[in-house]
Every structure is written in C-alpha cells, then in structure tokens.
C-alpha cells in the first residue's frame, strides 16, 4: 500500500490545494518499509491528484481539502483520510493501525460556502488565497 501524506515540516500540511510537498510511505505487512519527501513543483489543486496518482498513491492522509480535490481523488480510487492534525509519520502508524483520528467532513477552510476568496474584504491588506489561520480566519500576510 502506497500513503502519501501533506507534509510540511514534519507535519500533515492543513491546505491539500497548497500542498508544496507529500511525504510518502510504502506499507506493507503493517509495516512502513520506507518514506520519502516529494516536492510537488508548484503543482496546485487539481494537478496535485495526478501527482498522487503518478506515484500509485492508495490512501490520502491531509488537513483541509475541496470538493473538486475530493471528487478528483474518489475518480482515482485513492482513499482520503481529511481533517488530520501532528506529525505525519505518526498519523500513517496510527492509520496503519486502524487508529487514525480523522473527520470525514473535513473541508478547507476557504471553501466554505460564507467565504468566497478573492471576492471580500477581512481587513488584511494584502490578502491571499490560501492565506488563513487554523480555523478559517483571514489574517494578514
């Protein structure tokens, strides 16, 4: 099995759209044989399901992700694992042991439907797509 992580400092990266590196691990027998760190070179949103897929990516493990990203990865037939916090080797040992603390509803928090990027004015600025605190909050850059 191939599970490919968001990854940014050791962490599961909170914006699967923004992605700028997967970490993947090849398991096999419940066990991780090895990972590596990949740099997805400025891919975004949609293309980064294609990443996923050239690298027979089974499973999905992020933070925040879309509903186009979503349906792109189901047609893939790659599992998701959304609204994954900490470490990301952590989060695939707790996956591989069927422990993983994950919510299926997770969505990015600039997809929401209240919040329309690009089209508002949250008092920053200079603001960005992609440019959110934690929990939705628009912040300055």
């Given at each position: 099995?191939?599970?490919?992580?968001?990854?940014?400092?050791?962490?599961?990266?909170?914006h699967f759209g923004h992605s700028a590196y997967f970490k993947i691990y090849e398991v096999e027998g419940g066990k991780i044989l090895k990972s590596e760190?990949?740099?997805?070179?400025g891919q975004g949103h949609g293309a980064l399901a294609g990443f996923?897929?050239?690298?027979?990516?089974d499973a999905l493990i992020c933070g925040?992700?879309?509903g186009g990203a979503r349906a792109a990865l189901a047609e893939m037939g790659i599992?998701?694992?959304?609204?994954?916090?900490?470490?990301?080797?952590d989060a695939v040992k707790a996956l591989i042991a069927g422990k993983l603390s994950y919510d299926p509803d997770t969505v990015c928090a600039h997809h929401r439907e209240a919040h329309n990027c690009g089209e508002h004015s949250c008092g920053a600025?200079?603001?960005?797509?992609?440019?959110h605190g934690e929990k939705g909050n628009c912040r300055e850059d």
């Open positions: 099995m191939i599970i490919a992580v968001t990854y940014e400092n050791g962490q599961v990266f909170q760190v990949y740099d997805t070179n996923l897929r050239d690298y027979a990516v925040g992700i879309g599992e998701l694992y959304p609204g994954v916090f900490g470490a990301a080797d600025r200079e603001h960005h797509c992609g440019s």
